[in-house]
């Protein structure tokens, strides 16, 4: 027999329970396949070409993660951004600001783990919130109804989110309390995707901000996962790529009990033992996903199809360049006179090829005389890392200048 859904939370066991009790077997079995893939990952290119990529997909996580609550820009607007060049257009100027912000809290929060926070608990998704919101201007922090956001501040009025209604705003350090009980304490490996994946849906069901709940607590899930992840895979883009799933999921999991077979709290455990398999079979696509397109062979053979692209369309580049771009991906960075070298061509030629590469952006360095790197130019995605980001080879002013 179904319970009725209680009007008003109040009490911390009312949103029990806050981990799966059954079918933990062939959760934790799922998770290890996630976690062998990931540790492989790791170790799929040089560290300083993981990084660059890093960067990259910092970007991405932002793109997708404000395209969930309806409020992306494009990505070539992220990248001006990035370059502090914003739209003369308000609406895209602003999404913008949100878009460079995200990036740069999403690099706060990470190095923040690593110097020891726990991210599981409620003082870091506060932190997730202040460190997005907080990078914004006033201007920019009031909601579609005019009510101000506070940076990292517990909500002080009542909302409702679809059907449910989050607990009251005197009732959140309650919950709170209690969601650090849980998830705040060290985890195996073994639990760590089940354990993340119900708290974010049970900081999804708090609700404890006035607005940025979702953004906030996919920052916080990030950073819970980055320990395996390194930043190389991304559960944004997963989550934002299944939006209609990963809100019915997460709504489903606000239900009520179903009877005496359905756990022992007020909520349904079935379904959010459902929601954190549906959960994991999302990180497992996204390490999946990235791992073929960090496989080696591949990208000989994708850097290659670039080049030869290129050459067709740029008499500057030269098939020449597709040896020692792939040394760049494989060894990391390398001097302008070994790379150069790598050509076969003569110095004059090898010195205008590689000054055209760092004009395009198929190549980085930090000045006149620094090493050279492998990066991960916005154009060069469609081949270099097909179905990615495929919004950023959209090309288009009208595309650009849309906001969308």
């Not at 820009?73 to 602003?94: C, G, M, Q, W």
């Not at 009025?157 to 209690?178: D, I, K, N, W």
């Not at 609700?207 to 953004?215: A, C, M, Y």
Request: aromatic letters at 8%; glycine letters at 6%; a neutral charge.
């Amino acid at each position: 027999m179904a319970h009725a859904p209680i009007a008003r939370y109040t009490q911390a066991h009312q949103f029990e329970p806050l981990l799966p009790q059954s079918g933990l077997e062939d959760l934790r079995r799922r998770s290890r396949d996630v976690v062998e893939q990931s540790y492989r990952l790791s170790s799929s290119a040089h560290g300083v070409t993981i990084a660059s990529l890093r960067e990259l997909l910092r970007a991405m996580n932002s793109y997708y993660s404000n395209r969930i609550e309806g409020q992306s820009t494009h990505p070539r607007n992220i990248e001006r951004a990035l370059r502090r060049d914003f739209s003369d257009k308000p609406d895209v100027a602003r999404m913008q600001r949100l878009a460079l912000a995200h990036i740069e809290a999403e690099r706060e929060l990470e190095s923040r783990v690593q110097a020891g926070d726990v991210p599981l608990t409620a003082a870091f998704v506060r932190k997730a919130h202040a460190a997005l919101y907080g990078r914004l201007a006033e201007s920019d922090l009031f909601t579609a109804n005019n009510r101000l956001i506070v940076p990292g501040g517990l909500r002080h009025q009542q909302v409702a989110v679809g059907r449910h209604e989050p607990p009251p705003p005197e009732a959140l350090p309650t919950f709170l309390e209690r969601y650090d009980q849980v998830y705040g304490c060290p985890v195996t490996l073994d639990d760590l995707f089940f354990t993340v994946a119900a708290a974010h849906q049970r900081m999804a069901w708090i609700h404890p901000f006035l607005d940025g709940n979702g953004r906030a607590s996919r920052l916080q899930t990030h950073c819970a996962l980055f320990c395996l992840s390194g930043g190389l895979w991304s559960v944004s883009r997963g989550l934002a790529r299944q939006r209609d799933a990963y809100y019915a999921h997460l709504d489903a999991a606000d239900g009520p009990r179903q009877g005496d077979l359905d756990g022992r709290g007020n909520l349904s455990e079935k379904m959010l033992r459902e929601w954190c398999a549906w959960f994991i079979g999302l990180c497992e696509d996204q390490v999946s996903f990235m791992a073929r397109m960090l496989n080696l062979d591949n990208m000989k053979t994708r850097i290659q199809a670039l080049v030869i692209f290129r050459a067709a369309h740029d008499k500057k580049i030269r098939h020449e360049a597709i040896v020692p771009l792939y040394h760049l991906f494989l060894a990391g960075p390398t001097s302008r006179g070994e790379f150069q070298q790598m050509t076969g061509l003569g110095e004059r030629t090898a010195r205008s090829l590689l000054s055209r590469l760092i004009e395009t952006g198929l190549v980085a360095s930090d000045g006149h005389t620094a090493p050279v790197r492998f990066a991960f130019p916005l154009d060069a995605l469609q081949f270099i890392l097909p179905e990615l980001y495929p919004e950023a080879a959209t090309s288009s002013d009208s595309a650009v200048e849309s906001g969308g």
